[in-house]
């Protein structure tokens, strides 16, 4: 590790008067990066609300902000007294669940944890998406908190006082059907029925008492469908193409991702319930049998999690033609790891798990069910908390298949644990490889820390430059603690987008992610070398990879800033 930074620092030497020199000449190519990407961000976003403005003519951002944030202190309220009742009607099924089991963790663990003097400092739409399936809206949310943990075996005496307030950024994202009406009457966030008006009060089947309406379905109001942190969310309207969705949409018009990654994200929650009862129903009902067989013998082994945090949870493929249709999702979540027979908890650590769910071929998606997806595909029915695999009303089961998406597989993402020594990296682009692959800030970040430490360790100038670098995507400092951690014990799973890596398209993406700001700076620089090195590509080559992406970056955003919609001149 010294040769190689000793080799580092010797090129940086030389670059560093070629950047000198060009400083002047980043600013005015910084702020048409940055300005160009702000703008690109705001006519997007301007299109799709067009779109919603077209079906909806009284739809108003401040108006569902502010029903926003009201929201954001009854759902935390909720988290915060374990009483998940007067969220109930805005979650979607998979939000709802993920709650319930969070509370029921809690419980076992003896520890409550509570959420004290919150102050929500900041709401802002950063996304608005229209389709033929949903209407979407993102918030970003920041707000200040301190989080006390309770002892619940001892009369709630405080384990850890946590009374410093932390700064916390969410996104909410929030959905609804295409054409649903803004109304001047209160709704599901405010407590009340969106299609009668009268004070909601849900039956067994989610439906509202007095008008029998469904109103979690997304056909009268907007629906909490995701909550993401701040270190795994990007925005996802980026045109990238899922492989089989498009041809698998012409057989299955109402086929859609944000119900099959609510889905997804239920069964997670599930598959969490049954590690910590070390029992396999909670997941009869949305688990092939096999599955179910396969998991008793394999995965209940006295463990549980704790802690958990779902990063992650998105369509990567979708494949059919067989008896049975298949879509296959990408989960990436971090969790300490609880031994039950010692009580012994783990340091948290990252997982990636691909998820392959199937369907009988022929079937088709209903919109109308909206986000319930753990509700009876035949007669609406809430599923029972007995965690029985057939519907208590009807008699339908609900894990052949036979009528809605069930967990056929849960592997890991990568068949084994990734050590960078002697794993083979291709140097040069792979044909026939995809170009809409996922690259996330943790990933990246994953991987640098990967690279550098195929000889075993990090030393300072490295560390130092990483820090520099998490710092400067607003990674919180505990994340890169924690991946350091696990690969120095050698337990790091790398989150990775594909099974072969390709280091000339993760340098790339490395590159873009330095110039968000459009420039790079000299800690960043270093570790653009240091990655490189490892894979012989040359100093000339980064610094060559570097301009072109630059260039390109420049000229993209030039184009929007001149577009016939831009009133400013470019600030130089």
């Known amino acids: 590790m010294s040769t190689l930074f000793s080799i580092i620092n010797a090129l940086g030497g030389e670059l560093a008067g070629l950047f000198k020199g060009e400083r002047d000449k980043q600013r005015p190519v910084k702020n048409t990066v940055v300005r160009g990407l702000q703008k690109q961000n705001k006519q997007?976003?301007?299109?799709?609300?067009?779109?919603?403005?077209?079906?909806?003519?009284?739809?108003?951002?401040?108006?569902?902000?502010?029903?926003?944030?009201?929201?954001?202190?009854?759902?935390?309220?909720?988290?915060?007294?374990?009483?998940?009742?007067?969220?109930?009607?805005?979650?979607?099924?998979?939000?709802?669940?993920?709650?319930?089991?969070?509370?029921?963790?809690?419980?076992?663990?003896?520890?409550?944890?509570?959420?004290?003097?919150?102050?929500?400092?900041?709401?802002?739409?950063?996304?608005?998406?229209?389709?033929?399936?949903?209407?979407?809206?993102?918030?970003?949310?920041?707000?200040?908190?301190?989080?006390?943990?309770?002892?619940?075996?001892?009369?709630?005496?405080?384990?850890?006082?946590?009374?410093?307030?932390?700064?916390h950024t969410e996104y909410w994202t929030f959905v609804r059907l295409p054409g649903t009406q803004t109304r001047s009457k209160p709704g599901l966030i405010e407590g009340y029925c969106p299609n009668c008006g009268n004070k909601l009060n849900l039956s067994q089947f989610s439906l509202c008492e007095s008008c029998g309406s469904l109103v979690g379905s997304g056909e009268y109001d907007w629906i909490l469908a995701k909550i993401t942190s701040e270190q795994q969310w990007r925005f996802q309207n980026a045109k990238r193409q899922i492989a089989g969705v498009s041809d698998y949409q012409v057989v299955d018009p109402a086929f859609n991702i944000p119900l099959i990654e609510d889905r997804v994200s239920s069964i997670f929650w599930r598959l969490q319930k049954a590690w910590l009862t070390q029992k396999v129903d909670p997941i009869l009902s949305v688990a092939h049998p096999d599955f179910v067989n396969e998991f008793q013998q394999q995965h209940l082994k006295q463990f549980c999690f704790d802690n958990i945090e779902l990063g992650l949870c998105e369509v990567s493929r979708v494949e059919f033609g067989g008896r049975f249709d298949k879509v296959h999702l990408l989960l990436k979540w971090q969790a300490n790891k609880i031994d039950l027979n010692s009580n012994h908890s783990s340091d948290s650590k990252f997982y990636a798990h691909n998820i392959t769910l199937i369907r009988k071929t022929g079937l088709s998606s209903d919109l109308k069910k909206g986000l319930h997806s753990l509700h009876c595909f035949g007669c609406g029915a809430p599923q029972s908390e007995n965690y029985q695999d057939c519907c208590v009303y009807c008699g339908n089961r609900f894990n052949s298949g036979e009528q809605d998406w069930i967990l056929k597989d849960l592997s890991p993402y990568l068949e084994h644990i990734i050590r960078v020594k002697g794993q083979q990296f291709a140097v040069d682009g792979i044909p026939g490889k995809r170009a809409d692959r996922i690259f996330d800030p943790v990933s990246l970040l994953s991987v640098l820390v990967l690279v550098l430490f195929a000889d075993g360790k990090v030393d300072a100038a490295e560390k130092r430059c990483l820090d520099e670098f998490v710092k400067n995507r607003r990674i919180p400092q505990k994340v890169l603690d924690e991946i350091i951690k696990a690969a120095e014990a050698g337990e790091l799973e790398l989150l990775t987008p594909d099974e072969t890596l390709d280091a000339s398209d993760w340098l790339d993406k490395l590159i873009e992610m330095c110039l968000a700001d459009g420039q790079v700076c000299a800690k960043e620089q270093k570790l653009l070398l240091a990655f490189g090195a490892k894979f012989n590509i040359l100093a000339i080559d980064i610094n060559l990879r570097i301009k072109r992406i630059r260039q390109k970056m420049v000229l993209k955003n030039q184009q929007i800033l001149k577009s016939p919609h831009s009133n400013h001149k470019e600030e130089r």
């Open 44 to 167: 997007k976003q301007q299109i799709q609300h067009n779109k919603i403005k077209k079906l909806d003519r009284y739809f108003s951002e401040a108006l569902i902000k502010s029903r926003v944030e009201q929201a954001f202190f009854i759902i935390k309220q909720a988290y915060s007294s374990h009483k998940i009742r007067p969220a109930t009607a805005f979650l979607s099924d998979g939000l709802a669940e993920s709650m319930q089991i969070l509370f029921q963790i809690q419980k076992q663990r003896q520890r409550h944890r509570k959420i004290e003097n919150l102050n929500l400092r900041a709401c802002e739409l950063v996304g608005i998406e229209a389709d033929k399936h949903f209407e979407t809206l993102h918030f970003k949310l920041d707000s200040m908190a301190s989080y006390p943990i309770l002892d619940t075996s001892s009369g709630y005496n405080k384990i850890s006082s946590n009374s410093a307030l932390t700064l």
